[in-house]
Nanobody, 131 residues
Framework: QVRLVEAGGGSVQAGGSLRLSCAAA???????????LTWFRQTPGKEREGVAA????????YYSNSVRDRFTISLDNAKNTIYLRMNSLKPEDTGMYYC?????????????????????WGQGTQVTVSS
């Protein structure tokens, strides 16, 4: 059974930084068993939106325009943990952050943020950025 546990959320002032983590169990990431690992965020009344994605190939990362150059996603395969380093945080970054896994697929530029492709989800961690 696949289990994803997010941590690292909190309250910060604008301009601050946070590092989120998503510890995975029950799933492995190899070149023969590839998965797309993605951070999404959601605010009340809005659809969950893709923030950043990575797979076993660290050169294959994708970011939404709103976070590019401020956020960095990474995978520590030895720890089976996905990280999201968030710098220069803005109030509009506030939301519940979820990690999702699209099993059996590399991340791709067209569909990495497509919700319907994701099978496994964590419970989320709240990020609040005050101005």
């Amino acid at each position: 059974q696949v289990r994803l546990v997010e941590a690292g959320g909190g309250s910060v002032q604008a301009g601050g930084s946070l590092r989120l983590s998503c510890a995975a169990a029950g799933i492995t990431h190899t070149r023969d068993s590839v998965n797309c690992l993605t951070w999404f965020r959601q605010t009340p009344g809005k659809e969950r939106e893709g923030v950043a994605a990575v797979d076993i190939d660290p050169s294959r990362t994708y970011y939404s325009n709103s976070v590019r150059d401020r956020f960095t996603i990474s995978l520590d395969n030895a720890k089976n943990t996905i990280y999201l380093r968030m710098n220069s945080l803005k109030p509009e970054d506030t939301g519940m952050y979820y990690c999702g896994v699209r099993p059996g697929s590399y991340c791709d530029s067209l569909f990495w943020h497509q919700l319907s492709f994701y099978k496994y989800w964590g419970q989320g961690t709240q990020v609040t950025v005050s101005s």
